[in-house]
């Protein structure tokens, strides 16, 4: 098996490709690039690794922009010490996510999930596996969730969620009547039961429904203000490192 290793941290990337090795004897490191410019170029001028190892933010820019630049058939397992993208990678032929520094055993059950994946990724076999697996990561985005009130159980269609809010330890939906209800769960599983084509994760506050996206402002140091369609308990900016992101996700 034939890996590529997309990151800017030299220790990083050799401690990476050391594990790799030390896990699979049959694995053969093809490269360590280090930027998004270089990584372009070695996937244009290469033909395609069987996998890829990629860190997210860059010392160019967030490696997003890769996926974007080139066709990649290759999957990608990402590796960062952030948690706020994990959404975004699986949008980026991610088959997996692993937070820095990066653990031994869940690299090996990365590598493992590649080999039970591995036939979606073949190219003889067309976009038509992909398609598959796309289709069946996609159904498993809720369409409903469950707020327990008092002796109540109320079922949320996840449509009619404008946005989710933490503040103050409690997270709370809000729905496009503007009736509020605090939930059990915290804001990295809503955001993986979420359907990130719908729902993006604006900073560690909130997330939001794309439909209730009024506008969007310059503010300062390059970052985004968010107007929605109603009032907010609180402003919702969005970062300079991520606005290039929501942009894209709100071209759709």
């Given at each position: ?89 699986f ?5 997996d ?43 498993n ?32 939906l ?30 560690r ?48």
């Amino acid at each position: 098996m034939n890996v590529l290793i997309i990151e800017d941290e030299i220790k990083t990337a050799k401690e990476l490709r050391r594990l790799i090795e030390g896990l699979d004897d049959t694995i053969r490191v093809l490269d360590i690039v280090s930027s998004v410019r270089s990584a372009v170029k070695w996937l244009n001028d290469h033909p395609s690794p069987d996998l890829i190892f990629s860190d997210i933010q860059l010392a160019d820019g967030l490696s997003f922009d890769i996926y974007r630049e080139v066709t990649v058939s290759a999957p990608v397992i990402f590796c960062t010490a952030f948690d706020e993208y994990a959404i975004q990678a699986f949008q980026a032929n991610s088959i997996d996510y692993l937070l820095k520094p990066i653990d031994e055993d869940k690299l090996a059950q990365s590598l493992e999930k590649y080999k039970n994946l591995k036939k979606f990724f073949d190219p003889r076999m067309g976009n038509n596996s992909l398609s598959k697996l796309a289709g069946q990561l996609e159904n498993n985005f809720k369409r409903s969730l469950l707020i327990y009130l008092r002796e109540k159980i109320i079922p949320i269609k996840t449509g009619e969620i404008a946005y989710i809010h933490l503040a103050n330890g409690l997270v709370t939906l809000v729905t496009r009547q503007e009736h509020k209800y605090v939930t059990q769960y915290n804001m990295e599983q809503l955001e993986s039961m979420l359907d990130p084509q719908q729902f993006f994760r604006a900073n560690r506050q909130f997330i939001i429904n794309r439909e209730i996206v009024q506008d969007v402002e310059q503010y300062f140091n390059r970052r985004l203000f968010l107007k929605l369609s109603f009032p907010t308990p609180e402003k919702i900016i969005i970062s300079k490192v991520r606005s290039s992101e929501f942009l894209h996700w709100m071209e759709g």
